[in-house]
């Protein structure tokens, strides 16, 4: 039997392994892919400071470390299952079936399709499956392309294919529908955009983000966006126009596109073709919480999280006995944010497996998380403080309840 494992070799459970291994105990981490570093590996970007957030330096310093620190890393190992069996949890792979009393889940995330016709032509793919391309293998996923889908994910990304010297078009709308919902709505987008605007090097969309203060201007704001866009890097931001199809015979050749109104609608007769060579499709993240399902933890459904989020305290412990949760399976944000929830889950498994009182550290992680989410640099969602409120809440019901079956 291990003595901690932990299901994830991002950020996440990078941080939390080298924690608990440098205070003494055992750590095995278990990873699908072949490279350490999940999502942290194909982020790169220019912080406030002037200083570069390279991934792939940084997923190498946590694996390296962990490495000195005598944890045992398995890659290429997908977990199929995990159950409880009396106070064991048992894990299931491909190759072998661990054991231990203690399981951290530190899954990541995923990202949300967005159905489109003409999706399944070779050359569309997801924009972190070009991220990965670009950031990680050195691969150009095309010379010049078509990003659909306006988030902070996708604004992100966009500006590391231009740094990779990649031709984006532009960023456009998914025509709206039952499945594309906000994402296809130009005020809910307006909304997740302004959250970026700090990232963009236009003195313009800048100034002009801080004019959206009320609902009334940002109500003029999209009847009067322009058609063409507002330029981001160079790249045209397109919030009155929507991707309607995507066209080629046998490839991507481009896409198609028509205006639409300040709610949404399609305007008829106002279709146009932009050429393409690829198609990236940003339907944002949500939490790989597939495994804590199995397992049987509650959920809530947090919107301002991400989606469904498996319940949990601030110290990262389920209300399942043994069973931790780091990362993006807690909500959507960045992997700073990531790294701090690792080292917070980390001391609270040394803590309750007995080796040492971990109480004050603990209390010191949990605020160096919120002082880092509120540093933040990219917030995948504005309203993240309210959604973990949400979560708190939750968990002291979760409580109470407890408390009177116990009482009764």
């Not at 661990?98 to 070779?122: D, F």
């Not at 319940?311 to 909500?331: K, Q, W």
């Not at 605020?367 to 809440?393: D, M, N």
Request: charged share 20%; proline share 4%.
């Amino acid at each position: 039997m291990s003595k901690v494992i932990i299901i994830g070799a991002g950020p996440a459970g990078l941080s939390a392994a080298i924690t608990i291994a440098e205070n003494g105990l055992d750590v095995l981490v278990l990873d699908e892919y072949m490279i350490a570093g999940g999502r942290l590996l194909g982020q790169l970007y220019e912080e406030p400071n002037g200083n570069w957030w390279n991934g792939i330096k940084e997923s190498q310093k946590l694996y390296e470390k962990a490495v000195e620190l005598g944890v045992k890393i398995y890659l290429n190992t997908p977990v199929s299952n995990i159950e409880k069996i009396d106070d064991t949890w048992v894990i299931y792979t491909n190759t072998e079936t661990y054991t231990t009393s203690h399981l951290l889940l530190a899954t990541g995330a995923a990202e949300a399709p967005l159905p489109i016709p003409g999706w399944t032509l070779p050359g569309v793919m997801s924009v972190g499956a070009a991220q990965v391309m670009t950031n990680v293998h050195r691969v150009k996923p095309g010379y010049h392309g078509v990003i659909i889908g306006v988030n902070v994910l996708s604004s992100a990304i966009a500006m590391e294919l231009k740094l990779a010297g990649i031709g984006v078009e532009c960023i456009a709308l998914p025509k709206m529908n039952k499945v594309t919902k906000e994402s296809g709505n130009p005020m809910d987008v307006m909304n997740s955009l302004l959250h970026v605007s700090h990232m963009a090097p236009s003195t313009f969309v800048k100034l002009g983000s801080k004019l959206m203060k009320n609902e009334f201007m940002k109500k003029l704001g999209i009847s009067f966006f322009p058609k063409s866009g507002v330029k981001m890097w160079d790249i045209p931001i397109m919030l009155r126009k929507a991707v309607i199809e995507i066209y080629g015979d046998g490839k991507v050749e481009g896409v198609k596109v028509a205006t639409i109104s300040p709610t949404g609608e399609v305007i008829a007769g106002t279709e146009e073709k932009i050429g393409a060579d690829f198609v990236c499709i940003a339907g944002g993240l949500y939490p790989l919480a597939e495994l804590a399902a199995v397992a049987g933890c509650p959920f809530y459904h947090i919107e301002e999280l991400g989606g469904y989020i498996p319940l949990h305290n601030e110290r990262m412990e389920t209300t399942l006995d043994g069973l931790y949760v780091a990362g993006n399976i807690t909500g959507i944000e960045g992997a700073k944010v990531a790294i701090s929830q690792g080292i917070t889950a980390g001391l609270s498994i040394i803590h309750n497996y007995g080796l040492s009182n971990q109480e004050a550290a603990i209390q010191a992680a949990i605020h160096h998380i919120e002082q880092t989410r509120k540093e933040a640099f990219i917030q995948f969602h504005p309203a993240v403080k309210e959604g973990k409120q949400k979560l708190k809440q939750h968990w002291e019901n979760h409580r109470n309840s407890k408390k009177l079956e116990i009482l009764s």
